[in-house]
């Protein structure tokens, strides 16, 4: 039978406070609001970083006649985002806007992203503890998404830029991209890849209706293994090498089978066309993955394709793929502390500027 006394401790161990008192409206909002989960490894506090974190913001959408959807996606919901990190033993959010704009002409394109920094940066100031924010970019304008790069950075403080996994059928490892991926590296900032499905009307948007939800389950990790190959076969990476570039949804299905984009240059070298400095799957170690994979085993073997220090946390969060990404991390077996470390937040910390 539960004490009087253990009863108290349990509640304000929850609550992260202590009462005095058989106070059960105490003990209720206790529960109501959780203590915040102080991720420990090694007897160590480590800080625990979500790069893979979504937001929307209205006004910015509004220009293109859009609503949010769904409204977890609204900073102004904060208390229940900060809620939800809170019980996830998430400290910091690196939010993005997943782009919606990429058709947008260039006067409206400039001015929605305008909007849009600017309100991810007023966020990240509200809460500069628990928030930093990817820029928003009008990629399909490369000149004017180098500029919107650049002043996001310099200007508002936000700590990379956020883009789609092509552009309009477009892939990113098109030359047209050049001069947006010439000043990422310039900057030194991080590039975070999340895909925007496989568009419409194409065969394969049309493959993928029906049960299942197959455009996002298949479709999206798909676009992201598109994406990244031909950033490496192109040779822009090659071209770019200081370039830091972050995978959503771990890479998607590159890192499962990376090594057939080794053995098909040597079955077929006739059909690698640009010359490579290294072998294709050696770029994945210089690219790093979020861990939203959905097994020990699958986060064991993202590390073993592409090591250790190149894997950072994510979440997806409103969307409810998962709560356990902490756990996730913690529990797979094979890592080392400093891994473990590395990966709830040191890495993602250091490529985004976000101080211990
Ligand atoms: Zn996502």
Known sequence: MTTRREFLEEAGAVAGVAFVGCNLVGAAAAQAQPRRREVVVSGRRVKT??????????????????????????????????????EQGIDVEALSINPYWYKAERDVARQLIQVQNEKLAEVCAANPERFVAFASVALQHPDLAAEQLEEGVKKYGLRGAGVGGSVNGEELADPKFHPFWAKAEQLGVLVFIHPQGTGAPTELATRL???????????????????????IFEGTLDQFPGLKICAAHGGGYLPSYAARSDA????????????????????????????????????????????????????????????TA?????????????????????TAAKLLGIKG
Not at 297 to 308: C, I, N
Not at 326 to 340: C, F, K, N, Q, W
């Open 49 to 86: 970083v979500d790069v893979h974190a979504h937001c929307a913001v209205p006004d910015a959408m509004a220009l293109m006649g859009r609503k949010v959807e769904p409204p977890t996606l609204l900073m102004s919901q904060v208390s229940d985002r900060l809620r939800a990190m809170d």
């Open 264 to 323: 098909g240059c040597v079955t077929f070298p006739d059909r690698c066309t640009k010359p490579l400095k290294k072998k294709p799957t050696e770029y994945l170690r210089q690219l790093y993955f979020d861990s939203l994979v959905f097994t020990p085993e699958a986060l064991r073997h993202l590390v073993a394709e592409t090591g250790p220090n190149q894997i950072v946390m994510g979440t997806d969060y409103p969307f409810p793929w998962t709560k």
């Open 209 to 231: 209706k029906g049960s299942g939800g197959l455009a996002n389950v298949i479709g999206n990790p798909l676009e992201t293994t598109i994406a990244l190959s031909h950033l």
């Open 326 to 346: 902490v756990d996730h991390i913690l529990g797979t077996p094979g890592l080392s502390d400093a891994e473990r470390v590395a990966m709830l937040g040191g």
